[in-house]
């Protein structure tokens, strides 16, 4: 991204081409509103001002974004697909079991967490840049899950119900255990520094403002956005062996203010760590490689086993909920895990298997009431997933 405000403006071929953004642009100006956020908040959960207008500008240019990224990506492959405005690179999607633990203590027994409940799963592993390029950049590394036949209608079911299968839930989670903006208003900021045009020199000097207004007025986020980056790249080798976060907080139950965490049952991979990990002598795609190597079907071995927990956060506080970026550290914070993930071996790139994986769709607003997301970024991100999956869908003509 610093890169490219100082990049020249693209020229010849991708002027030629006849996948602009301006020709797409109806799409964008034809956008559904979004449901309106679920009300009432919760107890603690505090309203940002002018957090509906920030929050149509956001979806807005989360929808602006698939649409600059396809026609950027149609100038090399014309048979490119729309793709997500984040997370777009997908190293592929399996199927797994969701189990919940049989000795599961009754104050974390929910409706979807019972114990010894059983829900098949899909998992999609992702890089977090909005555009497919190398495993090689640094980028966050993103694990989203669907769990299927739960039975119970979600909270985007109730609000959109087009836009979101019976029987579904779903997590997304990335590979830094918070968020790089605090609320709204840093990601805002962010956001338009980031989409600022930048064809021409006078566009590029604004656009070099607006970050430098990011920077001055949140340096600690720039610090996050940075770090989270290159710490996905420098310790992230196998998707397998990550260990994931919602970042993000959310209700568990009636009281309980939690944050998910996903990881492999022995552990992070000490072979991950960043002083024995060269990223730059790997191929462009490592972590797909990874991926088909470790569940090959053709080769012996157990099912990969990820254990799936919370963290609670104690005596929680609104600052707690509507601070997206806070550290939760108390010594009296506690992980509890609640069930495991089952990955047997498998085949992962059959054309069909690549192809439901690029139109699945993930939200972490599909979920039951009682796990809802909490915070200004989580009641963002309602309208900015739709948003993103509107516009890519109508790209990709799919229904």
């Known amino acids: ?43 603690l959960e505090r309203a940002v001002p002018g957090e509906a207008t920030m929050i149509r500008q956001m979806a807005r240019i989360a929808a602006e974004a698939v649409v600059t990224n396809y026609c950027e990506m149609k100038v090399s492959d014309c048979s490119t697909p729309a793709m997500r405005d984040q997370h777009a690179k997908t190293h592929g999607c399996v199927s797994a079991e969701f189990i919940v633990r049989h000795d599961l203590p009754p104050e974390f027994t929910t409706d979807l967490f019972r114990p010894g409940a059983r829900y098949t799963a899909t998992l999609r592993f992702s890089n977090g840049r909005g555009t497919a390029g190398s495993d090689r950049k640094i980028d966050a590394r993103g694990l989203s899950i669907k769990l299927h036949e739960v039975g119970t209608d979600t909270i985007l079911r109730m609000l959109a119900p087009d836009k979101a299968s019976a029987g579904e839930h779903d997590f997304a989670l990335s590979s830094f255990p918070i968020f790089f903006c605090k609320n709204v208003i840093d990601y805002t900021l962010l956001m338009n520094a980031v989409s600022a045009p930048h064809a021409t020199w006078r566009e590029k000097l604004g656009r070099g403002l607006r970050w430098l207004e990011f920077v001055i007025r949140c340096p600690r986020q720039f610090y996050l956005f940075l770090r989270i980056a290159v710490e996905g790249l420098l310790t992230v080798r196998n998707p397998l062996t990550a260990t994931y976060h919602s970042m993000s907080p959310f209700l568990f139950g009636e009281h309980k203010v939690v944050r998910y965490l996903v990881g492999p049952r022995d552990g992070q991979d000490e072979g991950a760590r960043w002083r024995t990990f060269v990223p730059w002598t ?106 993103s999956r509107q516009v890519r869908r109508k790209l990709n003509m799919v229904a």
């Open 282 to 387: 790997k191929p462009e795609n490592f972590l797909r490689d990874a991926l088909v190597r470790d569940l090959d079907p053709h080769q012996p071995g157990a099912d990969v086993v990820l254990d799936f927990s919370i963290r609670v956060r104690h005596a929680a506080t609104p600052d707690d909920v509507e601070d997206a970026s806070r550290w939760w550290t108390r010594p009296q914070d506690e992980v509890v895990r609640l069930g495991s993930i089952a990955i047997p071996r498998q085949s992962l790139l059959a054309q069909n298997q690549l192809y439901d994986c690029e139109h699945m769709v993930f939200n972490p607003w599909n979920c039951l009431p009682e796990h809802r997301p909490l915070g200004s970024v989580n009641r963002m991100r309602l309208a900015v997933y739709l948003a």
């Open 1 to 43: 991204m610093l890169l490219a405000m100082v990049r020249p403006a693209q020229t010849g071929d991708a002027r030629r081409s006849s996948a602009t953004p301006a020709r797409y642009r109806e799409l964008v100006n034809a956008l559904e509103p979004p449901p309106d956020r679920p009300m009432p908040l919760h107890e």
